[in-house]
Structure formats: C-alpha cells, structure tokens
C-alpha cells in the first residue's frame, strides 16, 4: 500500500472469563428481567431448546463449542427438575441443513449421542405440518415459526454472539421462521434502509425483526441465553496472523513468507483445508439470560468492547481481502455471490455512525472470484448467478420479477428439505444483503480475478495488480485521495466520526 494509507487494525482478544461453566450457571440463576431458569420448570412439561447453527462463528470454534458448554449445564438442570420432553432444533431457518457430524461438533458426543436423529434435529421451514403463525405486527408483518417450539411450554434460545447483528430477536424469530416471515424484511426496500447492519438502532432490518420479535415473545415462553466470544480466530501454528506484521518476529516473518509460497503453488481446496484443519481458539467473553432484549443489550455492549475500533473521518478509497469463509460457505467454496455478499454486505457495513468509505467512494477488494459453486450446499444460486443476473442486477426487478417463483420451485425445495442445499429464496436474500453497499459505493474493482465474466456480471471493474486498482480509483477520487485499509481477520468493526 502507499504512503499515507491508513491501515485498521483489530484489537486484541479479550481476556476470556476463568471459569466459563459457572458463569453459565450464574446466568441461568441470575437472569435480566427474568425469573431463573429452574423457577420456570415443572415436571412434565415440554421444552423446546433452538440452537445456533453452523453458520457462527467463523471460523468454526474449537471443542467444545460453548454451545455444548450451555447444553450440558441446562439439560442437567431440566433433569433435576423432573423435566423428560425435551426436543432441540438447530435454528437454520432457511439455511442449509446441518450434517450430523456439523451437530456433534457444535452439541458434543455425549449429547448429540443422547438426542440425535429423533430428538435433535434441523428445522425445517418447508414442512407444511411443522410451522404456525402465530400473529400479525401492525405494519403486517406475519409471525410464523416451527409448530414444535410454539406449542411448548418453554423455549430456550442457545445462542453464539459473533457480532452485533445477531442474536437478539433474530434467534428465535428469524432462526426458527419460514420464507412467509422472512419476506417481511429480507427485501430490498429494507436493505436500502439499513445504515449499518451491524448497528442495530440504525438498521431498519433490525427494526423489522424487534417489532416480530415482540409477538413472538408475547406468544411463546422463550428464556434467552446468549454467549460472547472474543477475536481469537487463530491457533498454533498461524497465531502469527493476528500481528500486525511490523510486530512480527524473526521466525514469525519467516513462517509468513513459508505460508504465502506455499498458499500461492497449491489448488484452492488445499489452501481451504490448511485452515480448516486449525479451528478456532476462541475465549468465552460472556454469558448473559433471561428475558431478550434484557439479555441482548448486554451481550451488544461486550460485542462493541472487542470489535470497535475509534476511526475519524471518512475514506475515498476502501480496501479489503475477502476471507476464505463466510456464514454461508462453512465447509465449502466461497461462490461468487457470496463474494459480493462478503465484500458489499459484511464488509462494507462493519462499521457504526457514518460508513468507512464516503458516498460514491471505491472499494477495492482482493479475490480470485472464480466461477465455481458447491452444487449440494448452493445449487439454487447457480442458476440466480448465471441465468438472472445476465438479465439485471437491480435488486428491485430481482425481487418483483422472480423471486416468488423461485423460491417456490419444488426441485430446489426438496434438495433443501432432504439434502444440504440452501433454500432457493436464499441466493436472493444474498443479493439484496449487498444493497446497502451497492447504493453507497461508486464503483468496487477486484484485484486477482481470475477472470473478467465473474467480476463484470457481478458489476465489478478488474485490475491486475494493487497499483493499477489504486490508479483506476483515483480517476474519480480527489487528487490526494484518502486511503483506508481494513486488516480483517481477525474481525473489527470501525465507530466512525465524520
């Protein structure tokens, strides 16, 4: 990068709590404007626990997840008080069905043992007999979610807090919802009323969802149970990779440039797997339960703790690699179109008060953008890529145009239903995730495209190398253009002041 390039760096992990365990215990026991979890069992009830899915954290966490850690402390206590009609539902949503080997990594062996087919299981937002409405909010938003939890006498949310835009509400009435509910806010008009999808109280995604979660709550008894983890996404032996490489020791340089030659000479999949065999170490932050928005407000405040860093002022140009990994492509290949939601939704919006970048500014952004697609896990998104975003990439005509058809074709339903493929409403949402950042940024050129048709469907301009990018991006920039690079990963949000 050039002189002058201001370069974000994420803060270091927090210190992770000493006994995780107890704090769990003394969450359940000391919820936020809620009675303790055992002061809500009785013997003979039935009990519904919705769980995170595979697409938190990122990347996948190291065992045990502190999902089996919260699993294990509730079911002893469910036990204790004579609590047997148990079922547990991983709260996919429309996402793609977890594998069981997926579970047990999250629930661990004991547990996925005990449960797993007939009483852990995926939810399913197609299964006609299986969802419920359960209200209406006043702008007509339709509440409609798993028939099992709505019909329980409990509900209780098992939730992993990555960043601020999830848990919340989102858990149970977005995780254990259907395409009717979804359709109220995963829309275009919504999207381009998000300011920051990661600032809640500037996010009309956010607005949406409090409002649906409001009538889930008043229908349902859902005890909430949310854990924060710190950035500590690297182990032994790429720890390294969370320096800033002017901090890097003599034998930590040298293991980078190892890593770069070998990274530049091996296929994709190797270069995936060298990072997929190191999960990661994250350290448990914090443990909060209770009533939703009580408990969430605090697991938001540890969240900003770790990921926002104090920026002043705005860039012209913005620039970012894309991860290997996102919420969608846990255990396969980043497709094109999650390229573009990586770099004009997450990317873009991991920031609070004004964006990084300034209206109509640059995004340059590094990847391959190879056209190639896992056809188990996103088989409905190569048809939106290839075949209707030749026809237009306006979210809009996407949305009014094919979206209901699609998402009810029955051959993408059944891959859904019965195999691991996402819902085929899913490539759509993808697309409309972009939308804030589309209508914002001027241009976004990639640098190391393997191709030109990818980038150039995408909306995308193409350079060779850095240089000739930040050349391109000066054409329509000042003429001492301000420069900001984001160092991600680790995960960092910037708290902007203009």
């Avoid at 409001?214 to 969370?242: A, G």
């Avoid at 605090?298 to 860093?309: I, R």
């Avoid at 088989?379 to 975003?389: D, G, S």
């Amino acid at each position: 990068m050039p002189p002058g390039t201001r370069v974000i760096y994420p803060k270091k992990p927090l210190a992770p709590l000493k006994d995780v365990d107890a704090a769990i215990r003394y969450a359940l026991n000391h919820p936020y404007n809620s009675d303790p979890l055992h002061a809500k069992l009785r013997p003979g009830m039935k009990v519904v626990i919705a769980i995170d899915d595979i697409s938190l954290p990122l990347p996948p966490m190291k065992r045990p997840d502190v999902r089996e850690r919260v699993l294990t402390v509730v079911l002893e206590m469910l036990a204790d008080h004579g609590v047997e009609d148990v079922e547990m539902i991983i709260a996919t949503s429309v996402h793609r069905r977890m594998t069981g080997e997926e579970i047990r990594h999250i629930v661990g062996d004991k547990i996925f043992k005990a449960y797993y087919p007939d009483r852990l299981y995926n939810h399913d937002a197609e299964d006609p007999k299986g969802m419920k409405e359960v209200g209406t909010t006043e702008q007509g938003e339709v509440v409609e979610l798993n028939r099992k939890a709505v019909e329980s006498d409990l509900v209780i949310y098992v939730n992993l807090n990555l960043v601020p835009m999830d848990g919340g509400h989102k858990s149970v009435t977005v995780g254990l919802c259907g395409y009717k509910s979804l359709m109220a806010h995963h829309n275009p008009s919504t999207m381009r009323k998000c300011h920051s999808y990661m600032d809640p109280k500037s996010s009309a995604l956010a607005d949406s969802v409090n409002r649906m979660g409001k009538i889930t709550n008043k229908n349902l008894n859902v005890f909430t149970i949310e854990t924060t983890v710190n950035n500590n996404m690297f182990d032994r032996p790429l720890e390294f990779l969370h320096k800033n490489e002017d901090d890097l020791t003599s034998g930590e340089k040298t293991a980078l440039k190892a890593l770069t030659f070998t990274l530049s000479r091996v296929p994709q999949p190797a270069r995936q797997a060298i990072f997929q065999r190191v999960p990661s170490p994250y350290g448990v932050t914090g443990v909060f339960a209770g009533e939703t928005e009580a408990a969430h407000e605090h697991t938001l405040a540890k969240c900003n703790e770790q990921y926002m860093v104090p920026i002043k002022g705005q860039a012209d140009i913005l620039v970012s690699g894309i991860p290997y990994i996102s919420p969608y492509n846990v255990n396969s290949f980043l497709n094109p179109l999650l390229v573009s939601v990586m770099a004009q939704g997450y990317l873009f919006n991991l920031y609070k008060g004004s964006p990084l970048v300034k209206k109509g500014g640059t995004m340059i952004i590094c990847h391959p953008c190879t056209d190639e697609f896992d056809k188990n896990h996103h088989a409905p998104y190569i048809e939106f890529v290839h075949n209707l975003l030749p026809e237009t990439r306006d979210a809009m005509e996407l949305h009014k145009r094919y979206e209901r058809k699609f998402a009810s074709n029955p051959a993408y339903i059944q891959m859904y239903r019965t195999g691991n493929a996402y819902h085929p409403a899913h490539p759509f949402f993808m697309w409309y995730w972009g939308e804030a950042g589309r209508q914002h940024l001027g241009r976004v050129i990639v640098v190391g495209a393997d191709n030109e048709y990818i980038p150039k469907l995408l909306g995308y301009e193409t350079a060779r190398t850095m240089a000739e990018a930040l050349e391109m991006a000066k054409d329509t920039a000042p003429q001492t253009p301000q420069i900001t690079m984001m160092h991600i990963p680790p995960i960092m949000m910037a708290e902007v002041t203009v």
